[in-house]
């Protein structure tokens, strides 16, 4: 009898895995990205003091408007608002934390939004 994969468990694995090598700093925090069935939320983290800097979702009133939420279009938007963000508060460079999740699809979006808006990873 095959057993069913917990595609879940197997991404909150990966994201530990990663999670090891990846950390926030003061000087260069982490974009830290989850995806939803419909939403994207990221995040700016300093994990030296634990303190999230920056923070964007689909659910943010300046992308409040998007029709559709759980595509390509709005996770670059929300990309470009995170940097937006970040750049006003002196936020250059990042390193960048996909979450457990393929860096394919909305998730490269995303990055793609950062780097365009101009964030550095």
Avoid: C, W
């Avoid at 197997?10 to 994201?15: A, D, E, G, V, Y």
């Amino acid at each position: 009898m095959f057993k069913r994969i917990d595609r879940k468990a197997t991404r909150r694995r990966k994201h530990l895995r990663v999670r090891r090598r990846i950390m926030g700093t003061s000087e260069r925090p982490r974009l830290s990205v989850y995806r939803s069935l419909r939403h994207m939320y990221a995040q700016i983290i300093d994990d030296t003091r634990g303190v999230t800097l920056v923070a964007a979702s689909t659910l943010d009133p300046a992308l409040k408007s998007l029709e559709a939420t759980g595509n390509k279009e709005a996770a670059k938007k929300v990309g470009e608002l995170i940097a937006q963000k970040a750049l006003a508060k002196g936020i250059k460079k990042v390193v960048f934390d996909r979450g457990g999740n393929i860096y394919h699809g909305r998730i490269a979006a995303l990055a793609e939004g950062a780097r365009e808006a101009g964030l550095e990873f």
